[in-house]
C-alpha cells in the first residue's frame, strides 16, 4: 500500500457517475423481481416503486450479523401492505436464492479466467452448478419443493405455479447480475483498472457469492474484499486490488445506503404522520386511548 500514489486514485467523473447509476439500477431491478415473484407466488400485485421502496428499507438488515434480517424486515414491511407473511418470506427467499444461484453463474468467469488450476476449479464448479440447476428445474423436482414450502407455512398454492417460473426467476436474476457486475467494471475503469472484462467484472461477483456465505460478517463485510484482492491481483498487482477493493466496499455501501436511508426517513415519517391522525381522529370523536368512548358528563 506504500506505493500507492493517491492522485493515480482519482475516478474520471463521467465514468464514476455511471458505475453509480448502474448499480443503483440494479438495486432497483432486484427489488422489482421481489415483487414479480409476489405475484408469481399469488400475492398482490404492488406498484414498482413501492416493491423498491420496501425492498430498499428491507436491506439495511442486511448491515447486521447473519442473514435473516432483510428478509424478517421484508415479510413484516409486506405485511403492512397486505401481502400475507408467507408470501412475502417465500418471495424473499426464492429472490435470494435466485440471485445466489445468478451471481455464482457470472461469478464463475473470475475462476475460468484465472490461471490453469484455478482454471480446473472453475470448471468444476461449472459443471456442478448447472446439474443442481438443472435437477431443480425439473417440473416433479420444482413442484414437490414449492408445495412443501406452502405445506409448512399453511398456504394455499398458486395453481398456475411450475418450473416455468423458476427458469424465469433464474434468467431475470442472471441478467440482474451481469448488470452488477458491469456497474463494478465502469467503477474499475474510471480508475484506470479496466483490465480484463470478463474477469474484472465476474470478480465482483464472485466475491459477492463468497461474502455472503460468511454468515458472521455483515454484509459479507472483509471477505468480500479479501476475495476481490485474490480475484484481482494476478491483473493488476496486489496493491491496486486491495484499493480497489476498498473503494468498491465505499460504493456499494453509498449507493445503497443513500437511498434506503431516505426511504427509511420517509416511511418513518408517514407512519408519524399516520399515527397523529389517528390520535386526533380518536379525540374528535371521543374515543380514549383505552378504547372506551368518552360521553357527556364522563
Not at 65 to 72: D, L, M, N, R
Not at 83 to 110: D, E, K
Not at 118 to 128: P, T
Request: hydrophobic share 55%.
Amino acid at each position: 500500500m506504500r506505493d500507492i500514489d493517491p492522485a493515480r486514485w482519482r475516478p474520471e467523473p463521467l465514468l464514476a457517475l455511471a458505475a453509480c447509476a448502474l448499480l443503483l439500477a440494479a438495486y432497483f431491478v432486484s427489488a422489482a423481481l421481489w415483487g414479480r415473484i409476489v405475484v408469481d407466488l399469488g400475492g398482490p400485485r404492488l406498484p414498482v416503486f413501492e416493491s423498491i421502496r420496501l425492498f430498499m428499507i428491507a436491506n439495511l438488515g442486511r448491515y447486521l450479523p447473519g442473514k435473516v434480517w432483510q428478509i424478517a424486515g421484508l415479510t413484516v414491511l409486506s405485511r403492512r401492505r397486505g401481502i400475507p407473511a408467507a408470501t412475502a418470506t417465500a418471495a424473499a427467499v426464492l429472490g435470494q436464492g435466485f440471485a445466489l444461484v445468478g451471481a455464482t453463474l457470472v461469478g464463475t468467469g473470475a475462476l475460468l479466467a484465472g490461471p490453469p488450476e484455478v482454471r480446473r476449479w472453475g470448471l468444476v464448479g461449472a459443471a456442478g452448478l448447472v446439474v443442481a440447476v438443472a435437477v431443480g428445474l425439473v417440473p416433479a423436482v420444482f413442484d414437490r419443493l414449492i408445495a412443501l414450502w406452502f405445506r409448512l407455512a399453511r398456504q394455499d398454492q398458486p395453481p398456475h405455479l411450475g418450473a416455468g417460473h423458476a427458469l424465469g426467476w433464474l434468467v431475470a436474476f442472471t441478467a440482474n447480475w451481469v448488470l452488477y457486475a458491469f456497474s463494478f467494471q465502469v467503477l474499475a475503469a474510471s480508475f484506470g483498472h479496466a483490465g480484463d472484462p470478463i474477469a474484472v467484472a465476474s470478480a465482483f461477483a464472485a466475491a459477492y457469492v463468497l461474502g455472503y456465505l460468511m454468515i458472521f460478517a455483515p454484509a459479507g463485510m472483509g471477505v468480500r474484499e479479501g476475495a476481490l484482492v485474490v480475484l484481482l491481483t494476478p491483473r493488476m498487482g496486489a496493491s491496486s486490488a486491495t484499493v480497489l477493493a476498498v473503494m468498491s466496499r465505499l460504493w456499494t455501501t453509498g449507493v445503497e445506503l443513500l437511498p434506503a436511508g431516505a426511504f427509511w426517513l420517509r416511511h418513518m415519517a408517514s407512519g408519524s404522520s399516520d399515527a397523529s391522525a389517528n390520535d386526533s381522529w380518536a379525540g374528535d370523536s371521543g374515543v380514549s386511548d383505552s378504547g372506551a368512548t368518552e360521553g357527556p358528563g364522563e
